[in-house]
């Protein structure tokens, strides 16, 4: 907001109108509610919602960055202060004065408008990248390719008639439905993405050897603080691993998964806050009450449920899967991993250890 302010400032407006205007955006419907406030989960949503634009709009570039640098290149790491700064950052004053103009009269659409038009005539040297060093370089110092763009030329691909890069507020209110509602995976090597969480929870390690991480991270409820306060264990596991399963389990089937895995623990509160010092705020998480004493017992009690829930109803239509985990361990992971998969339907498990160990 400060940059807004200053863009503002240096635009030729005392500070009185800039006020006034910085007023207006914020709070007259211009740009979305709370698209300031940690954990930037708006503007978060709405980098999903440019690079489905691009999709869209912009076909040859998004396969560039999808396919052949392996969707290892997103536009968020650049274009996130696009939208926090609103180009001040970005544009020359002229192109930026020009995005403003349209924001006041066409509202928060303007923003992606804009930023279309950006990438279209960035679009020959981004089909050049070969890396996303390189694009996030190049999309990181794009002002300067601005600079020599005539800012009519600007105005009309963005904005004008016939050929213009129209996005209206139903479409873009469409598509963050559709990115919030979907949770999907990636690998941190880059090679692997668009994965559901039953695939990434029964295939381990991507095929290119990378970790699973969600494409975006899903925002909490407005009210968390207060709703979730008073919420057990069980309760509060439930509501943060829905956020993360997409369609692939319901609320119900979460939390009945949830209540089975941690009843194997000797105590209801599964990891109890024991207070060692009130006065100070000195506590300690105890993570020894599962069946194994291990603190890997949570996430492992846990993740054997679901590899028998999701095997069963692959299996159910007449199929015959089953998973077989290896693991190696000098320490406590392999008795946790025998008794979180232990009993378990189409699972098999084998811990190889030290000799004499």
Not at 132 to 150: F, G, K, T
Request: proline share 5%.
């Amino acid at each position: 907001m400060n940059k807004i302010a200053f863009g503002l400032l240096r635009a030729g407006l005392d500070a009185s109108d800039s006020l006034s205007l910085l007023q207006c955006l914020l709070d007259g419907g211009i740009l979305p509610a709370g698209m300031f406030k940690s954990p930037m989960a708006v503007v978060q949503t709405d980098q999903l919602v440019l690079e489905e634009l691009v999709e869209r709009r912009l076909p040859q570039l998004s396969a560039h960055l999808r396919v052949k640098l392996g969707g290892a290149a997103p536009l968020a790491p650049a274009t996130v202060s696009w939208f926090l700064t609103l180009f001040v950052d970005c544009l020359p004053e002229p192109h930026r004065l020009r995005v403003w103009d349209m924001l006041f009269v066409r509202g928060y659409p303007a923003v992606f408008q804009a930023c279309l038009a950006i990438l279209e005539l960035n679009q020959p040297a981004l089909l050049l990248c070969a890396t996303p060093v390189a694009v996030y370089a190049l999309l990181q110092n794009v002002r300067a390719v601005m600079e020599h763009v005539d800012v009519d030329d600007f105005g009309a691909l963005a904005f004008g008639q016939p050929r213009s890069f129209s996005v209206s507020a139903s479409e873009i209110g469409l598509l963050r439905q559709q990115v919030s509602l979907t949770m999907k995976y990636r690998s941190t090597r880059g090679q692997v993405t668009g994965q559901s969480f039953e695939s990434v929870v029964l295939e381990g390690l991507a095929a290119d050897g990378g970790l699973y991480i969600p494409e975006h991270l899903p925002s909490l409820p407005t009210d968390w603080q207060t709703q979730w306060a008073d919420l057990s264990f069980a309760e509060l596991a439930t509501e943060l691993i829905t956020l993360f399963v997409g369609d692939d389990l319901s609320r119900d089937q979460v939390s009945t998964l949830v209540s089975k895995s941690y009843s194997t623990f000797s105590t209801p509160e599964v990891t109890p806050l024991v207070d060692l010092d009130r006065e100070k705020k000195v506590h300690i998480l105890e993570l020894f009450h599962g069946p194994t004493f291990a603190f890997k017992d949570v996430a492992l009690q846990f993740l054997g449920n679901l590899f028998e829930f999701f095997l069963e109803r692959r299996n159910s239509s007449g199929g015959a899967h089953k998973i077989t985990v290896v693991g190696a361990t000098s320490g406590d992971t392999g008795s946790a991993a025998i008794y979180g998969l232990r009993g378990k339907k189409n699972v098999e498990v084998f811990i190889l250890h030290p000799e004499g160990r």
